[in-house]
């Protein structure tokens, strides 16, 4: 009788840190996958929607830091991110000129390049503008979502 190996693990299983596709989500021919939450589901999450909503800038550098932490060193943020930082002040300073969603679109994109999410940088730039509570919002439960996975281990 031959034995055959298992096969290997393949992009939507456990990646260094946390699984990075917790839903299962189904990869497209490039090998991208959906955000794992709508972008109107927002409301799903009142908190950091309301958040979102009066302060943009302190959900921005939240997410801005739990990706970076999450990059860095491989395990979550032990504060759920830094509140107020520089990037907040300059988030801040942005958004009372009009501007704050030019960063947006650059967290926005690095959690789309760290989960394989399909889009780019004119769907970065049109969720950021349009509607920034559910963009700040999809972004943070996108990262809520392996920081709990890494949570079991």
Sequence with gaps: MAYQMQPGPTPQMMVAGGNRNVKNLPFNAAGEREWSNGFCSCCDDCG????????????????????????RQG?????????????????????????????QMGARSAIRLRYRIAG????????????????LTQGSRELELEERSMAKY
């Design 120 to 135: 780019g940088a004119f769907g970065d730039c049109c969720a950021a503008c349009c509607c920034t509570p559910c963009e």
């Design 48 to 71: 950091t929607c309301f958040l979102s909503a009066f302060c943009p800038c302190i959900v921005y550098s939240q997410n801005k830091s739990r990706v970076e932490h999450l990059e």
């Design 75 to 103: 395990y979550p943020h032990p504060d759920g991110g830094a509140s107020c930082t520089g990037d907040c002040c300059v988030h801040c300073l942005l958004a009372g000129f009009g501007f704050g969603w030019v960063l």
